[in-house]
């Protein structure tokens, strides 16, 4: 049981930061309907300038309150991940606007290779290990097993990382429910045509979903540094894939389905390592993936798409 | 001096598709300086932001946790060449500036370019930096003006051109003696090696090899995504089903030997291709893409974590070498050399190897041209144009789709086995996503559905990346900087430039598979390709 609630906490912990990631994908598919292969990257990137940030802050100006620093840091590195997002989507996608579907993700898988390699010419190979800032955690439970005492610990990062990303949420929601952006982003999703003839810059929105998207995939990539310590300039790939899996799993274009796909991703992936083998936890996200798009192509909250002839 | 070789190609990306979506130019002589500086100023700023947390400072493990260094000088030049090649591009890409603008633009990049050598790479002469820059200078302003005057020539007369192009019988008769030029330049390409250049023959014949197998692969992969419009991002798996299957039984059975091998593993990568295709029928587009990613990372995670099968990371080594005709390629006595009583050299066995790929290649090639013209070739095109009409017509799309995948799948395991021979050892590391999409880049680059399109791209891909290793100069360039680290990098960049100038890939123009009475080429953008539909 004790060990169920620690597997709970870690699943939900680590489905919050694929869950900010999916969501970048999924508004994107929304709009252009593509898949943003370079996104992954784009988290990776996010993590890297979090990095700098922090160690710019520390070593270099020598400030020492870590809650001003985090703040400083997630903003510094959602302005300047977003400003990787516009630039992506400025000379990689918008060029081939109303091409051929194919050609878009052609770009992308480039894409994702320039961030890659630029990443790795750049900062080199090797890992970027950051020992953990914040420690400690409160004790939920005690238990007694076979091998002894058992506790169930909500670390003090595992609060910040799933407080933020409610925040976050609630942020995003009322962005998209109640500001002009937001309105043009679900008029662009429902008919990008007809929303240009009313009015709606279609190219600055579609910019501006990229930069809203690459931010949230920031503070994915300054989570991820921080929970797990460790970065390189592959961390994209398999990050991106999955948070493409759970945006699918929620239903692609549905943006609370890419929050509720990240978390039962993030909780597969933690269960499965946590009661099954730790070797084959991508294999079950993937065959997840496989399942639900065979099964429920239109995943848990999206809507059919209806094919007209 | 990572910052101009990271900076530079984005901005000449830039260029390329402002100019597609302007489409009208100004006329000549009405060059905005404003207008012009304004813009490149903004491009240099965003080089200076993208280019601050990764060019400017850089985080390295150091005893007692990380250490940032500052590169200040790396940022400073990114943003110069930025902002300098911006304002070339400008004047001889975006708008068709007067001379005297462009001469301008040019003097003040290649003064730029000479300042910046000058000022780094110590241990030289300072006279020689600034040489190497003005020549550096020199060589992209010839570039770019070359590319201004070739597209001076307005796209009217491009475009008679082009349609002329197409109906013309001449122009087929050219392509006809084109196809057989190439055939008999692939087929004495070893010996042009060893007389052309005998100090580096074992490093042209394997390149050679290397084309060969993409090109093979290129024309696997194309009959799933060319010709049956199915989207596949995981064909690598096959590829790696023919490598471990023919590596397993090699190492198993010591009877089995490359030439067995290779129908058993075309026919369990066909198997396999079956397997993975069925549950993806209902699948379309993206969708289709993203899960056959999925199974080819799958396949690939197996390989790695299955110790007691695969050998886990270690991947299997000792897999035989193919024999010709039962004579193997070893010195002394029963070997090829003494066989024929030939001077023994190493030399041979990649020959031979290379004659292998380039059969296998053409048989792919020859079953491809040979099947579009069967009824189930004329299915997949069909079933490529438009899946529903396709079903209404009373064609059996599941079955279509399924043969697609087998015989796409099947050429993949033929080259994983190559592959297999030709390394003598596997692994799962060979088999990564990007080896999928350097095999989907190359299809789609060369022009989908046309075969000497992937000729193309996998000669100016795979061995202009590999040239690169080659480049001894640029080292004496930029001392300090290795070419081969940047490959990737350029490569990345090559997919997306030659996307956004040409989204339909480099062969734009395909003869249809089946015509009444008379056979006119089509444009590539009147074929719906690779949509999944």
Not at chain 2, 267 to 287: C, E, K, S, T
Request: aromatic share 12%; glycine share 12%.
């Amino acid at each position: 049981m004790e060990y169920f609630v620690q597997q709970l906490i870690n699943g939900l912990t680590l489905g919050s930061i694929y869950g900010l990631i999916a969501i970048g994908y999924t508004m994107v598919y929304g709009i252009i309907g593509m898949i943003n292969f370079a996104h992954g990257d784009i988290f990776m990137i996010g993590s890297f300038v979090a990095l700098a940030t922090f160690l710019i802050l520390t070593s270099v100006f020598g400030f020492a309150f870590l809650p001003v620093v985090l703040l400083v840091v997630i903003i510094v590195a959602m302005l300047f991940t977003s400003a990787w997002g516009w630039a992506v989507e400025r000379i990689a996608y918008r060029p081939l606007r109303g091409s051929f579907r194919l050609a878009p993700l052609i770009t992308a898988i480039g894409m994702s290779i320039v961030l890659q390699n630029f990443v790795q010419i750049t900062q080199g190979a090797r890992v970027k290990p950051l020992p953990p800032q914040i420690q400690g955690g409160i004790t939920l439970m005690e238990g007694q097993t076979d091998a002894g005492t058992i506790l169930v610990q909500l670390s003090y990062m595992q609060m910040i990382i799933i407080v933020t990303t409610v925040v976050l949420m609630t942020g995003f929601t009322l962005l998209i429910s109640h500001t002009a952006l937001g309105r043009a982003q679900r008029a662009c999703e429902q008919d990008t045509k007809m929303a240009a003839l009313l009015g709606v810059d279609v190219d600055r929105t579609i910019s501006l979903t990229f930069v809203v998207g690459a931010a949230l995939a920031a503070v994915a990539g300054f989570m991820f540094l921080m929970l797990y310590g460790v970065i390189d300039f592959y961390i994209g790939f398999l990050a991106g894939i999955k948070a493409f899996t759970a945006a699918v799993l929620g239903g692609i274009g549905s943006l609370p389905g890419a929050m509720l796909g990240g978390l039962l991703i993030g909780l597969i992936e933690v269960f499965w390592s946590g009661y099954f083998t730790v070797e084959y936890k991508d294999v079950a996200a993937f065959s997840i993936l496989a399942i639900v798009l065979i099964f429920l192509p239109s995943g848990l909250l999206g809507q059919p798409e209806v094919e007209k002839v | 001096m990572a910052a101009d070789n990271g900076a530079a190609p984005a901005s000449e990306i830039e260029a390329g598709h402002s100019q597609a979506a302007a489409g009208q130019r100004p006329a000549a002589g009405a060059f905005d300086w404003g207008a012009a500086l304004r813009s490149s100023g903004q491009a240099a700023f965003l080089a200076g932001v993208l280019a601050f947390f990764f060019i400017g400072l850089r985080t390295d493990i150091a005893p007692g946790g990380l250490v940032l260094s500052f590169r200040w000088l790396g940022l400073l030049y990114a943003i110069i060449v930025v902002f300098f090649g911006r304002l070339l591009l400008e004047t001889f890409i975006f708008h068709a500036a007067s001379t005297a603008a462009r001469a301008i633009a040019a003097i003040v990049f290649i003064l730029a370019v000479v300042g910046m050598m000058g000022y780094d790479v110590p241990g030289s002469r300072l006279a020689n930096r600034a040489l190497t820059g003005a020549i550096l200078g020199i060589v992209v302003v010839a570039v770019l003006y070359l590319v201004a005057r070739w597209r001076a020539g307005t796209p009217a007369q491009r475009k008679t051109a082009t349609a002329e192009a197409g109906t013309s019988a001449g122009l087929a008769w050219l392509a006809r003696a084109l196809t057989v030029l190439l055939l008999i330049i692939a087929a004495t390409l070893p010996f042009l090696i060893t007389t052309f250049f005998p100090g580096q023959q074992r490093q042209y014949v394997d390149l050679a090899i290397l084309i060969m197998t993409y090109v093979m692969l290129g024309w696997g992969l194309n009959i799933v995504v060319g010709l049956a419009g199915l989207l596949d991002l995981g064909y690598v798996a096959f590829y790696a089903v023919g490598a471990y299957s023919f590596a397993l039984l090699s190492t198993h059975f010591e009877a089995i030997g490359f030439w067995t091998a290779l129908p058993l593993a075309g026919m369990l990568a066909a198997m396999w291709g079956l397997i993975l295709g069925f549950p993806v029928l209902r699948l379309r587009g993206d969708y289709l893409a993203i899960v056959t990613l999925a199974f080819g990372e799958i396949i690939r995670i197996v390989l790695l974590n299955w110790y007691e099968f695969t050998g886990g990371p270690n991947g299997i080594s000792g897999i035989p070498k193919p024999t010709l005709f039962g004579l193997e390629f070893t010195r002394g006595e029963g070997g090829f050399a003494d066989f024929f009583g030939i001077q023994y050299s190493t030399i041979h066995r990649f020959i031979y190897l290379y004659y292998i790929i380039l059969a296998l290649a053409l048989i792919t090639n020859f079953a491809t041209i040979r099947l579009r013209r069967l009824p189930i070739g004329r299915a997949w095109e069909a079933l490529r144009e438009d899946e529903i009409a396709c079903r209404s017509l009373g064609i059996n799309t599941t079955n279509t789709k399924l043969t697609a995948f087998a015989i796409g799948a099947m050429f993949g395991g033929f080259a994983g086995s190559f592959f297999a021979t030709r390394q003598g050892f596997v692994s799962p590391e060979s088999f990564t996503f990007i080896e999928s999409a350097i095999i989907l880049a190359i299809v789609v680059l060369g022009g989908m559905g046309s075969q000497i399109g992937v000729v193309v791209a996998s000669v100016a891909m795979i061995g202009g990346i590999e040239m690169l290793r080659n480049l001894d100069f640029l080292q004496q360039i930029f001392p300090g900087v290795d070419p081969v680290q940047y490959r990737m990098l350029i490569f990345g960049f090559a997919m997306v430039a030659i996307m956004v100038w040409k989204p339909r890939g480099l062969i734009t123009t395909r003869e249809p598979s089946a015509a009444l009475k008379e056979r006119k080429k089509i444009g590539a953008d009147l074929v719906a390709q690779g949509e999944g539909h």
